[in-house]
Nanobody, 120 residues
C-alpha cells in the first residue's frame, strides 16, 4: 500500500510564493518519476512539472522560470517551489508518482490534491 499526501497550498497574493510538498509512504522499494499536475475549474488536468530518478526535470511552459521541482530521496518527498504567482495559477494541485513496491509491483499513484488560490 502506497500513499501520497500533499501539503503547502493556500491563499496567496499575486506575485507571492508557495512551496508545495508531497510525501510518499508505504511499502516502497523505489520511487521513479514524480510529478505535479494541476486542474483549474472548467479545465483539464495538466502537467506542471516532473522529475525523474536521474533528477531530469521538465516544466510546462506556464511554469518555466517561475517554478522549481525537486526531490528528497531520503524523505521520499517531492517539492514544487512556485514564485511570482498569478491568478492563472489558481488550481487544485496533485502529486503523482510512479512507485515500485517492496513486492516489485510498479504502479501510478495520485495524491488527494492541495488547493492553490492566487487572489488580491
Amino acid at each position: 500500500q502506497v500513499q501520497l499526501v500533499e501539503s503547502g497550498g493556500g491563499l496567496v497574493q499575486p506575485g507571492g510564493s508557495l512551496r508545495l510538498s508531497c510525501a510518499v509512504s508505504g511499502s516502497i522499494f523505489k520511487i521513479n518519476v514524480m510529478a505535479w499536475y494541476r486542474q483549474a475549474p472548467g479545465k483539464e488536468r495538466e502537467l506542471v512539472a516532473s522529475i525523474t530518478n536521474a533528477d531530469t526535470t521538465n516544466y510546462a511552459d506556464s511554469g518555466k522560470g517561475r517554478f522549481t521541482i525537486s526531490r528528497d530521496n531520503a524523505k521520499n518527498t517531492v517539492y514544487l517551489q512556485m514564485n511570482s504567482l498569478s491568478p492563472e495559477d489558481t488550481a487544485l494541485y496533485y502529486c503523482n508518482a510512479i512507485v515500485t513496491s517492496r513486492w516489485l509491483s510498479t504502479n501510478n499513484y495520485w495524491g488527494q490534491g492541495t488547493q492553490v488560490t492566487v487572489s488580491s
